[in-house]
């Protein structure tokens, strides 16, 4: 049986500033607007943090099942290391969908009901992203997910449901956390090409190619800083603070370019995520106070 410290682990804490991020920023628009509901925001909040986590233990569990995490470089996996089942895990990322989904539903209620159709659509996204027969993270398209559910859907949704307003501020904004959750998967992929390529799994990263997807994460940085920008353009020029980001995120890009490999890459991952949660913090803040 797995500890809990080891249930923690295989939630993939250090991924939980992507969830954070979305709704941080959403709601950093939604107040400049005027229309920040801050029980709304921690409901949205809680939406994105437990399809992370259910995401991180289905994940788990279909690579385990299928062997992908047999041979990892990257942290524990509680199917691959054998210390949980596949079913105890399979549970406990529905446990995650049904509190994701029992908090959407009340959002859904006290905004507009089609949202629970977006809903849903997020939860088969998340859950075949390696489950199922044909898995659309095998073929490359993890990203687009990330970019349309952790980014897009998420900042968007997260200011609509305060709002019931569109804002182009709250898509640009969409872009920037999205393509820095893109950078968290993409530099993960770029780790694992050769277990990847091994078990047959044809990740982005896989068909770009080491120097290719070394240049992805690079120009996803850079799309990042660009839409701070657009933000700011948008809202008040102190979200240029933003920019900020990138005495974080600079140091992966160093290391990146810098050829690193195998677990030389991890510290990437936390600092990409820290880069992705500064992105967000600096550029709500100050339409926050605005």
């Given at each position: 049986m797995a500890t809990a410290a080891e249930w923690v682990q295989g939630a993939r804490p250090r991924t939980l500033p992507a969830a954070v991020s979305p709704v941080l920023a959403g709601t950093g628009v939604a107040s400049y607007d005027g229309g920040a509901v801050?029980?709304?925001a921690l409901l949205a909040l809680l939406v994105s943090l437990a399809l992370q986590v259910a995401v991180n233990y289905a994940n788990d569990y279909s690579d385990g099942i299928r062997g992908t995490d047999d041979v990892r470089v990257g942290p524990m996996r509680l199917v691959g290391s054998g210390?949980?089942?596949?079913g105890a895990v399979k549970r406990a990322a529905f446990l995650a969908f049904g509190v994701a989904g029992a908090a959407g539903l009340v959002l859904a209620a006290t905004t507009a009901w089609w949202l629970v159709a977006v809903g849903l659509v997020s939860v088969v996204a998340?859950?075949?992203y390696t489950g199922g027969s044909t898995p659309y993270g095998y073929l490359g398209l993890g990203e687009v997910m990330v970019f349309v559910f952790f980014g897009l859907v998420a900042v968007v949704g997260t200011t609509y449901v305060q709002t019931e307003a569109w804002s182009w501020a709250a898509l640009a904004a969409a872009c920037g956390v999205g393509a820095l959750a893109c950078?968290?998967?993409v530099v993960n992929n770029l780790?694992?090409?050769p277990t990847d390529t091994d078990a047959g799994k044809r990740t982005l990263a896989v068909r770009l190619g080491d120097a290719a997807t070394r240049r992805l994460y690079v120009g996803l940085v850079a799309v990042a800083a660009v839409a701070v920008v657009a933000v700011a353009a948008l809202t008040s020029w102190w979200a240029l603070l933003g920019l900020g980001f990138l005495a974080v995120a600079g140091r992966g890009v160093r290391t990146v370019l810098g050829g690193a490999t195998g677990p030389r890459l991890i510290p990437v991952l936390q600092s990409t995520?820290?880069?992705e949660l500064a992105w967000a913090a600096l550029v709500a803040v100050p339409l926050l106070l605005t």
């Amino acid at each position: 049986m797995a500890t809990a410290a080891e249930w923690v682990q295989g939630a993939r804490p250090r991924t939980l500033p992507a969830a954070v991020s979305p709704v941080l920023a959403g709601t950093g628009v939604a107040s400049y607007d005027g229309g920040a509901v801050w029980w709304k925001a921690l409901l949205a909040l809680l939406v994105s943090l437990a399809l992370q986590v259910a995401v991180n233990y289905a994940n788990d569990y279909s690579d385990g099942i299928r062997g992908t995490d047999d041979v990892r470089v990257g942290p524990m996996r509680l199917v691959g290391s054998g210390v949980a089942t596949p079913g105890a895990v399979k549970r406990a990322a529905f446990l995650a969908f049904g509190v994701a989904g029992a908090a959407g539903l009340v959002l859904a209620a006290t905004t507009a009901w089609w949202l629970v159709a977006v809903g849903l659509v997020s939860v088969v996204a998340a859950w075949y992203y390696t489950g199922g027969s044909t898995p659309y993270g095998y073929l490359g398209l993890g990203e687009v997910m990330v970019f349309v559910f952790f980014g897009l859907v998420a900042v968007v949704g997260t200011t609509y449901v305060q709002t019931e307003a569109w804002s182009w501020a709250a898509l640009a904004a969409a872009c920037g956390v999205g393509a820095l959750a893109c950078a968290i998967l993409v530099v993960n992929n770029l780790r694992d090409i050769p277990t990847d390529t091994d078990a047959g799994k044809r990740t982005l990263a896989v068909r770009l190619g080491d120097a290719a997807t070394r240049r992805l994460y690079v120009g996803l940085v850079a799309v990042a800083a660009v839409a701070v920008v657009a933000v700011a353009a948008l809202t008040s020029w102190w979200a240029l603070l933003g920019l900020g980001f990138l005495a974080v995120a600079g140091r992966g890009v160093r290391t990146v370019l810098g050829g690193a490999t195998g677990p030389r890459l991890i510290p990437v991952l936390q600092s990409t995520g820290i880069g992705e949660l500064a992105w967000a913090a600096l550029v709500a803040v100050p339409l926050l106070l605005t």
